[in-house]
């Protein structure tokens, strides 16, 4: 087990955009599926999106899909989560993690071992 890094949150409004990075400097984030899930104040933790190692595919949550999407650098050992559009729902501590398998699983936290630390993306006027 290693140690992911999420970066980018911040507070913007209704409307706007924001990008966040997942990264790891102890194992290539290549071989595996990286996803992304959310904790809003009050409410369990709830997947939001993922990308596959395997052939590359995304999966996103219904609440999320077409505002949101995915990409990898694997050059620079990163995930990217493009969130557009955002709305004040979206507000909440924004994690990634893997479970060292190459295709996108359930969104069972038990099933997802490496998390990084959170970032804070809050979405208001």
């Known amino acids: 087990q290693g140690q992911l890094v999420e970066s980018g949150g911040g507070l913007v409004q209704p409307g706007g955009s924001l990008r966040l990075s997942c990264s790891a400097f102890?194992?290539?984030?290549?071989?595996?599926?990286i996803g992304w899930f959310r904790q809003a104040p009050g409410k369990k933790r709830e997947g939001v999106s993922c990308?596959?190692?395997?052939?590359?595919?995304?999966r996103f949550a219904d609440s999320v899909k077409g505002r949101f999407t995915l990409s990898r650098d694997t050059a620079k050992n990163t995930v990217y989560l493009q969130m557009n559009s955002l709305k004040p729902g979206d507000t909440a501590v924004y994690y990634c993690?893997?479970?060292?398998?190459?295709?996108?699983?359930?969104?069972?936290?038990?099933?997802?071992?490496?998390w990084g630390q959170g970032t804070q993306v809050t979405v208001s006027s």
């Open positions: 102890d194992y290539s984030l290549a071989y595996y599926a």
């Open positions: 990308i596959s190692s395997a052939d590359g595919s995304t």
């Open positions: 993690a893997t479970g060292h398998i190459n295709y996108c699983g359930r969104y069972d936290e038990t099933e997802w071992n490496d």
